[in-house]
């Protein structure tokens, strides 16, 4: 239930996408003057204001485009340049309050839905070929539709979800080794510039690995906090016993920086409030499928 607009807010604005809010019901053409006036070019990313795992995440090639996601979302949204750098990774940062230094605990990157034409099958036969890509054709038919005939040249390449969702058929690989001394200090560096963060995921599109350890030439297109998981799990080489175990080394770390956190007066969630987050984002979900 966290307000991406919000978690943006408090990011130094050189570190993210450009961005614009809307309130649901805003009305279609004061959208399109906003977005028009913005300087914000096409292609573009919106997405919900509160979401997970990719739900409403469109990319939009023309303005009105806004006005159809706008009519269907029903709740408030955001529109974001689309950031242009070729790679994405999740960047897990922890640091204890009391502590000078943060850390890395995991470093996952994201490959992305991308098909090889070869001349002679279609955009359909090519994803049936990948059992993994297999498993979201449902959903590209949707997106898709009659495209998904389309005969790709030979070598002609197409990234089918331009998003590093792993409920979104992007495959993740552990690279938690990238974590040198001076990546982890450029980032601990940038870390440190957002208020009162501790614990959670950067989600980083960047242009290429000596850029991104040097920390320039990338964005940070969403920073989930408490609820963040280890994605670096879910690379498929580990077992279930090593997902079990970094979660829990997770968990502890969580545990040790809300004791040392709530010693300083920031207060515990309640049973209530806990009970009640999950009501209204079980509403949210629910609307985030229909969509």
């Known amino acids: 239930m966290e307000s991406k607009k919000e978690i943006y807010d408090i990011i130094p604005g050189r570190y993210i996408p450009k961005t614009l809010f809307f309130k649901e019901g805003t009305a279609a053409a004061d959208i399109l003057k906003t977005v028009s ?7 573009c990313i919106a997405k919900p204001d509160i979401g997970g795992k990719g739900r409403g995440v469109e990319k939009l090639y023309v303005l009105q485009d806004i006005s159809v996601y706008a009519a269907k979302i029903k709740m408030d949204f955001l529109v974001q340049e689309f950031i242009p750098y070729p790679e994405e990774v999740g960047i ?7 502590q000078p230094d943060g850390f890395i605990t995991g470093i996952v990157a994201k490959e992305f839905l991308i098909v090889k034409g070869d001349g002679v099958l279609t955009l359909t036969q090519l994803i049936e070929k990948d059992p993994r890509y297999h498993f979201q054709l449902t959903a590209l038919e949707k997106i898709y539709g009659e495209g998904l005939h389309t005969v790709l040249q030979k070598d002609e390449i197409k990234n089918l979800v331009p998003y590093g969702n792993h409920a979104r058929g992007a495959k993740f690989i552990d690279v938690s080794h990238w974590a ?8 601990d560096s940038i870390c440190k510039q957002i208020p009162e963060f501790y614990f959670g995921r950067l989600d980083i599109m960047y242009s290429n690995l ?7 030439n ?28 970094e979660i829990a080394r997770h968990f502890k770390l969580l545990c040790t920086i809300s004791i040392k ?8 969630l309640t049973v209530k409030e806990g009970m009640q987050m999950f009501k209204e984002n079980n509403a949210v979900v629910k609307n985030l499928k229909q969509f």
């Open 261 to 268: 956190n709530h010693k300083k007066g920031f207060p515990y």
């Open 218 to 245: 990338f964005s940070i297109i969403e920073l989930n906090g408490a609820g963040s998981e280890p994605t670096h799990i879910y690379d498929p080489r580990h077992s279930v016993f090593f997902a079990w175990k």
């Open 210 to 216: 000596e850029d991104l350890k040097a920390g320039k």
């Open 180 to 187: 040198d001394e001076i990546f982890t200090k450029n980032f």
């Open 37 to 43: 006036e913005s300087g914000i070019a096409f292609p």
């Open 92 to 98: 897990f940062y922890c640091r204890i309050p009391d």
